[in-house]
């Protein structure tokens, strides 16, 4: 099974407003990561967990706050976000990194839209 | 400084042909070269993979060819389908160069006409 969830598929949200985007895995990958997507563009990455713990924070602003409350799950809060948020946000998971075994399972993904 | 360049944005093929893109790197650092598949509205699938110990693997339909010394590598689709017709990613990644990082070229557009 290399299934990756995210919940909610659409979420759309006005700039002062509070959410969290969800993602799950049970592959038992100990990596898992987050992208942003804009529509005719390559994923571009946002943060990277490693054994539950931050690994690579692409200098992402801080109304983006990411958690992982477990193994199997990655959590994106969102907040005060703007307009050019707007995107299609991915989860991705994989294999411990460094192993040489590198593949990346991506999930359905999150379409956001700011109001 | 773009990392991986993907070439053509769009691709059209008849049913039936050969569609092949293209992707060029820099980084020798990189060891790992996978392509996704994307529908509209859909994560990326990954399609296949290559590392540069090897020049050519085939997976059904899809065919990576690697050019080591040219930092070069391409994706053939065979028999092309119109359930083909998606956007492909490169992309380039390595434990060397930051852990795991994937990134990705710009994407090809390609519609494969019946």
């Known amino acids: 099974d290399t299934e990756v969830t995210q919940t909610p598929k659409h979420l759309v949200m006005g700039m002062t407003n509070k959410k969290s985007l969800k993602c799950e895995q049970h592959?038992?990958?100990?990596?898992m990561y987050w992208y942003k997507q804009k529509a005719k563009k390559p994923p571009e990455l946002m943060f990277v967990y490693s054994y539950e713990k931050l690994s690579i924070n692409e200098s992402v602003p801080s109304r983006f706050s990411p958690e992982c409350p477990n193994s199997s799950l990655l959590n994106l809060h969102l907040h005060a976000l703007q307009p050019e948020d707007s995107a299609l946000y991915l989860c991705a998971s994989s294999q411990v990194i460094g192993t040489g075994n590198a593949e990346q399972y991506f999930g359905p993904g999150t379409r956001l839209t700011v109001t | 400084q773009q990392q991986v360049k993907q070439s053509p944005q769009s691709l059209i093929v008849q049913k039936g042909g050969i569609s092949i893109i293209n992707c060029a790197y820099e980084n020798t650092a990189f060891d790992y070269f996978p392509w996704y598949q994307q529908f509209p509205g859909k994560g990326p699938a990954l399609l296949i993979a290559?590392?540069?110990?090897?020049s050519e693997k085939k997976e059904g339909r899809f065919t990576i060819s690697f050019n080591k010394s040219a930092k070069q590598f391409s994706l053939h689709i065979m028999d092309s389908q119109p359930g083909d017709s998606a956007t492909y990613f490169c992309a380039v990644s390595g434990f060397k160069a930051a852990g795991n990082k994937l990134t990705f070229g710009g994407g090809t557009r390609v519609l494969v006409k019946p």
């Open positions: 290559i590392r540069p110990d090897v």
């Open positions: 592959m038992g990958h100990r990596a």
